[in-house]
């Protein structure tokens, strides 16, 4: 196994499926499945998940909430999301803990590292709700936070492209894809990987991201067993 200890950023969007909206109770499971999958092999997996199938702080200032409440609510969104996927996790008989940035016992327990290592160590699937826990942050960052915390080997960002492009390759047809790239590259080409603050930490803090397709059944072990699928993003 290439990876030990992984934190999986799966987001919000990714899990509504073809529906547009809300979760998806067969992409659900099939994501559980392959973290299930990877779990049986003995490697650590922390996952944060998203909120923007429910609600996202920025767009929902459109619709007259202010910001810092706005906020509030996508990372209760991502509480959503974390219950959600540790109930499909359970069904499969994985073990799996949400570990909250807020409190609100007893939805999930308050959130430290000490709490995400042990239940890491112990082989259970951990899942890191509410983000950061502040306003004016994503979930991305809530990865590279807790990525760097729990010291994981890999961010691997499960996103439904199957890695990082020149363009938007669901836009442009010309667009080409990088095997690796440095962070450095990915600022002087302006590419949208994940917001600058997130991209940031790991490269201060030398944390490798993957981002790979996580919609296609079985990419996850693949990445973990080290294939070269998606693109690495390095230092
Ligand atoms: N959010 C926040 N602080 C955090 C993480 C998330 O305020 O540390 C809020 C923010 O409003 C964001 C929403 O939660 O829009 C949902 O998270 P995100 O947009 O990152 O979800 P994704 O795009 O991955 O579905």
Same mark, same amino acid.
């Given at each position: =196994?290439?990876?030990?200890?992984?934190?999986?950023?799966?987001? +919000?969007?990714?899990? =509504?499926?073809?529906?547009?909206?809300?979760? &998806?109770? +067969?992409r659900l499971n099939e994501y559980a499945t392959q973290i299930r999958d990877i779990v049986k092999l003995g490697v650590q997996v922390g996952i944060v998940i998203g909120g923007g199938n429910i609600f996202r702080g920025l767009s929902g200032m459109s619709k007259g909430v202010d910001r810092y409440k706005g906020d509030q609510m996508g990372m209760l969104?991502?509480?959503?999301?974390?219950?959600? *996927?540790?109930?499909? *996790?359970? &069904?499969?008989?994985?073990? /799996?803990?949400? *570990?909250? /940035?807020?409190?609100m016992e007893p939805v999930g327990e308050f959130y430290s590292k000490p709490k995400a290592i042990e239940a890491l160590e112990r082989g259970e699937v951990v899942i890191l709700a509410a983000g950061t826990g502040n306003p004016y942050f994503t979930t991305d960052t809530g990865s590279s936070l807790r990525g760097i915390e729990i010291e994981a080997d890999v961010m691997l960002k499960g996103t439904r492209v199957d890695g990082i492009y020149t363009a938007d390759p669901e836009k442009d047809p010309s667009a080409v894809k990088f095997d690796t790239i440095t962070y450095d590259e990915v600022y002087h080409r302006g590419l949208k990987v994940m917001d600058l603050t997130a991209t940031t930490m790991c490269k201060e803090n030398n944390l490798p991201i993957i981002v790979f397709d996580m919609d296609t059944p079985g990419n996850l072990i693949k990445v973990v067993k080290g294939e070269k699928i998606g693109t690495l993003v390095h230092n």
């Open positions: =196994m290439t990876y030990k200890r992984i934190l999986l950023k799966l987001s +919000g969007e990714s899990l =509504m499926g073809a529906q547009g909206h809300g979760i &998806d109770t +067969g969104a991502t509480v959503i999301n974390a219950l959600a *996927l540790s109930s499909a *996790l359970e &069904d499969l008989d994985v073990k /799996a803990r949400v *570990l909250t /940035a807020i409190r």
